[in-house]
């Protein structure tokens, strides 16, 4: 089993800023893909980072340039640290790993979600 466990969310006003984490552990031998995605109030789940083993990243159009996504692969650990942040930005934040497990089989797993809220 693989567990994922965030951090970092909050109230922050318009402008400001965050830093999420999201460690993975367990019985895992590599976390290949690491993302964020978020989930607003009435809206699907959406793509917001990703992250690749070797440090390619992508990002969705609307957080490009504010938005930073970052890995510590010795710590099976992601980050996002989101500047400029606009009330649109308010959602519930979710972790995703797809790791390689110890007995080499692929995993996909999903945080308990950390919820972020834009408001002055």
């Known amino acids: 089993q693989v567990q994922l466990v965030e951090s970092g969310g909050g109230l922050v006003q318009p402008g400001g800023s965050l830093r999420l984490s999201c460690a993975a552990s367990g019985s895992i031998f590599r976390a290949n893909t690491m993302a964020w995605y978020r989930q607003a109030p009435g809206k699907q789940r959406e793509l917001v980072a990703s992250?690749?083993?070797?440090?390619?990243?992508h990002y969705a159009d609307s957080v490009k340039g504010r938005f930073t996504i970052s890995r510590d692969n010795a710590k099976n650990t992601v980050y996002l640290q989101m500047n400029s942040l606009a009330p649109e930005d308010t959602a519930v934040y979710y972790c995703?790993?797809?790791?390689?497990?110890?007995?080499?089989?692929?995993?996909?797993?999903w945080g308990q979600g950390t919820l972020v809220t834009v408001s002055s």
């Open positions: 992250i690749i083993i070797t440090g390619s990243t």
């Open positions: 995703n790993v797809v790791a390689t497990t110890t007995s080499f089989r692929f995993l996909e797993v």
